[in-house]
């Protein structure tokens, strides 16, 4: 047993907590190696339509926000959106929630498929294409969904970002008025 230090006369002083803090859960340890095991050809044998509806909430708001994302694209590139500032706000916030939603979710579905009693996820039962449980890694890559898509709109918006910061003019819109001429 550690020896306790003797108190300062400051209240504010900073003392380490004499119980250590327990160790990384199994859950948390087990995350990175499902993702690692994600066999992505799945999703060529998939709808994936119908499994980004089954997937619920969780893939149906990074798909949202990549739809959010190309809208504030499209409006910036015409100068529709007259700051850059804003449109480069958006996006990067647009991508950052959308990974976050997606890693949310595909959490939940990782913590979910742990419990063994637990019914299977709704997109692997009423999913229509291949069996992901046919063959390893298919099932992780079905439940990572979420992920993916938000990993995907990130991206996508990251490089609508690099797009308006390299070539967004100085001038900005123009406003209409007489011609010059003589």
Not at 36 to 53: G, P, T, V, W, Y
Not at 108 to 126: D, G, I, N, T
Request: glycine residues 10%.
């Amino acid at each position: 047993m550690p020896a306790l230090r003797p108190r300062t006369a400051s209240p504010w002083a900073f003392a380490p907590p004499l119980v250590s803090s327990p160790p990384m859960d199994d859950t948390i340890q087990g995350f990175l190696p499902f993702l690692r095991s994600m066999d992505l050809r799945i999703f060529q044998e998939r709808d994936i339509a119908l499994d980004i509806c089954l997937s619920g909430f969780w893939a149906l708001m990074p798909v949202l926000l990549a739809i959010v994302s190309a809208t504030v694209f499209l409006l910036a590139i015409f100068k529709i959106i007259p700051q850059r500032r804003h449109a480069i706000g958006i996006l990067l916030a647009a991508g950052v929630a959308a990974a976050g939603i997606g890693l949310g979710g595909t959490w939940l579905r990782y913590k979910a498929s742990l419990v063994p009693e637990a019914p299977p996820a709704r997109v692997l039962v009423e999913g229509k294409g291949a069996d992901p449980t046919a063959k390893p890694g298919r099932t992780e890559a079905v439940l990572a969904l979420p992920l993916l898509l938000g990993g995907l709109t990130l991206a996508a918006d990251f490089g609508g970002f690099l797009f308006l910061l390299m070539f967004w003019g100085e001038n900005g819109r123009r406003k209409k008025g007489k011609a010059p001429g003589p």
